[in-house]
């Protein structure tokens, strides 16, 4: 992998890159649609590349539990076997550490108390997960069968999905968790992150640190050293972004300077649209994130002024599509009125429209934040 | 509304046909897939149209209750609503008096006893129809709530939706109905049959009437007398169909010869693949049937050696696609294995792709059937 900046804003840490694999090219700053499973919830490939995506994210834990990172091997690589030439990045399951445990304890996300009403998560029983030094001892949601989860296992699985850029195996710790145990857990993450670069074997996968710590500026500073003096040829950020938004934009604050510069920065499993900008200007390059397609599974779609909840009875009468200047095909031959009847009587269809469309909002929503670095006004 | 009989085969009654409307051609023999709620479950209006249909069938019922046929006439109609500029049938309604009547109370098909282990009915709980001398009380199966069907209200329903072709509304029996209450359910619904006709007012649609009379020879000759008497522009054989297929086709046999042949016959509600051939050297212009979209949702995928399952583990490992010689979009790009992962992990996706591939498959099929009427072999 290549990281090649071809543009610095001079009025922010905001930048234009491009990452450059085996798998074509990626222009940053960059949204990645979740594939969990190995495909973005109801589209086909060919729609992601479509609406533009050049590259996705995909799940190591879910992937591990199911088909099996042996079984996608034998099909040579994720790649092959959901037929997508992009570029494809894996998470380390170390995200699963939360949402498998205190995430469901607790009922919290990465950055606390910012869901909105049809989002918010509830705790929903005990934690799935027993950390240890050596490892984390994860239960499937599935069936409950345990699974023993280690930084070199996390690697092994990522080699055998063989996506083109993977991620050190590491404690996502909560927002509620205090000083004491933040710190213990990041010593674990840093411990894991060595493993990890020693366990790699594949030359041709390009693997990323992730940086820990908490809402602590101590222990951010601390990680961003530590992880940077690694090597690894990107960085992801990882939660818990504290408990506002303007705790999340500190962390960033204080994280990032202590990154090379000439490496991509992931803001793991954010974001929100108007996250963008502003993590943007403060340095970073890369987001993924399952809400766009998530809320599109509930019925909300995305305009310019704002979300629309289509399952309301109201858009049942509204002829014009959701969106009037969107170049989508469902906003070209789909009206309001028909989409919400599709939602409303449970048609399939209506996720999938739904989806496309808030997909193609983002990418464009991120092409503006582009061209607004390029014209040098952020 | 035209129909051209392009080629009469000299070996069957087989014949290709041609139905000209105001929203282009079809070529007969033809399948219409059946896009219930306003959409063929899963896929997009553009889809279908790619696939190679040209016709469709919505279901006059299901949109009377959602999102409403007055709503529906308000966007210009069905054909604006859903988006599709090809030919759309609309039923009458006549077969929810069956389906949610002694369908349910039954737990039976049309055809009886021919049902693949994973669709066989179960009886479900008593008839949510009252049938009476001039109409139909409906129960909702969504909320309860009563609605009155009259031949009036049927065609009135129908100009709102405003199909191309619409059908007279029709007391479907049951293949366990014995022949007295047959012969009072067909009087129904001829006396039924004649209102259709006087209630109609729109000039551009063409209404084809319903042949019944249940598996008696007698009732179903003096059926398609008297409903070729009625100068509609096309016929529907209705069910029952009897207790086997092989009573389906005598019941072909019986009728047919008593329709005129310069119109088209529409056999409703059917098919299997099996079906296809037989009814077509017996006469039948016109197929439609949930059955390949359905199967689609439970995993089943059709080929030219007979139907998978791609919801067993066993697929997993399998590279190849569905069918190797399938020119259709997901057999081109996703193997077995990949699909049968995406079912297994609830994926809408998988639902989607086997909806495409059986549609595609569909049409190849009836596709073969019109070549053979053309060169003769049928």
């Not at 023993?148 to 092994?156: A, D, H, L, W, Y």
């Not at 090379?260 to 954010?270: D, T, Y």
Request: proline content about 4%.
């Amino acid at each position: 992998m290549e990281f090649e900046i071809l543009k610095q804003s001079k009025k922010s840490r905001a930048r234009i890159g491009k990452i450059k694999t085996s798998h074509g090219e990626l222009i940053t700053p960059a949204f990645l649609p979740v594939a969990t499973q190995g495909i973005v919830k109801t589209l086909s490939s060919e729609e992601i590349k479509e609406i533009g995506y050049q590259a996705i994210l995909a799940n190591t834990f879910h992937l591990y539990l199911s088909p099996g990172s042996s079984l996608i091997k034998k099909f040579g690589g994720l790649h092959k076997f959901m037929n997508f030439d992009g570029i494809i990045f894996t998470d380390s399951g170390g995200f699963q550490v939360f949402s498998l445990g205190k995430g469901i304890e607790q009922g919290v996300g990465k950055v606390a108390k910012i869901f909105p009403e049809k989002e918010k998560p509830k705790p929903r029983g005990s934690s799935l997960v027993k950390i240890r030094k050596e490892g984390v001892v994860f239960k499937s949601p599935f069936d409950g069968k345990e699974h023993f989860f280690t930084p070199e296992k996390s690697i092994k699985i990522q080699e055998d999905l063989g996506g083109d850029i993977i991620f050190a195996f590491d404690e996502c710790t909560s927002p509620l968790d205090d000083f004491d145990y933040t710190k213990r857990a990041l010593e674990r993450t840093h411990f894991w992150a060595e493993r990890c670069k020693k366990a790699k074997k594949r030359k041709d996968q390009a693997l990323f640190g992730i940086v820990q710590g908490g809402e602590w500026k101590q222990l951010r500073i601390e990680s961003a050293k530590f992880i940077s003096s690694l090597d690894f040829s990107g960085f992801g950020i990882g939660g818990s972004l504290g408990k506002t938004k303007k705790k999340m934009y500190q962390i960033l604050d204080w994280t990032i300077p202590f990154l090379p510069n000439n490496k991509p920065r992931h803001l793991l499993g954010i974001g929100y649209l108007e996250d963008f900008e502003e993590s943007i200007k403060k340095g970073i390059d890369l987001f993924d994130c399952s809400y766009p397609t998530r809320m599109a599974r509930h019925g909300i779609v995305f305009t310019k002024k704002g979300i629309l909840d289509l399952s309301k009875k109201k858009f049942l009468k509204e002829k014009s599509p959701i969106e009037r200047s969107c170049q989508c095909f469902v906003c070209q031959n789909y009206s309001r009125g028909y989409l919400s009847h599709l939602f409303r009587a449970k048609e399939i269809s209506a996720l999938r429209f739904f989806t496309y469309h808030n997909l193609w909002f983002y990418y464009q929503f991120l092409e503006k934040i582009r061209e607004k670095i390029y014209y040098g006004k952020i």
